[in-house]
């Protein structure tokens, strides 16, 4: 059983920043990436950014330079850097953990930018 705890959503203004956290716990053994995706209302969950093991990191194109995936393999933790938010940046947010054969996934968290 593998367990994602995600946080650091909230409300922000444009501009502003968030940093998102995902912790992973239970049976670990290896985990092959790590990373975000999002769903906004009425669309569909895209790819946010990931961080494969070998250490290779995509990033959709519109939060390139905004946005930083970062891993800490001894916490099996993931972050996500937002800066530079924007309102078209509201969702939720969904942590995602692939390991061999199977892929888990976090609660979600709600990110809002309004002014």
């Known amino acids: 059983q593998v367990q994602l705890v995600e946080s650091g959503g909230g409300l922000v203004q444009p501009g502003g920043s968030l940093t998102l956290s995902c912790a992973a716990s239970g049976s670990i053994f290896r985990i092959s990436a790590m990373g975000w995706y999002r769903q906004a209302d009425g669309k569909l969950r895209e790819l946010v950014a990931t961080i494969i093991n070998g250490g290779s990191i995509n990033y959709r194109e519109s939060v390139k330079g905004r946005f930083t995936i970062s891993r800490d393999n001894a916490k099996n933790t993931v972050y996500l850097q937002m800066n530079s938010l924007k309102p078209e940046d509201t969702a939720v947010y969904y942590c995602?953990?692939?390991?061999?054969?199977?892929?888990?996934w976090g609660q979600g968290t709600q990110v809002t930018v309004s002014s």
């Open positions: 995602h953990v692939q390991m061999p054969l199977r892929a888990y």
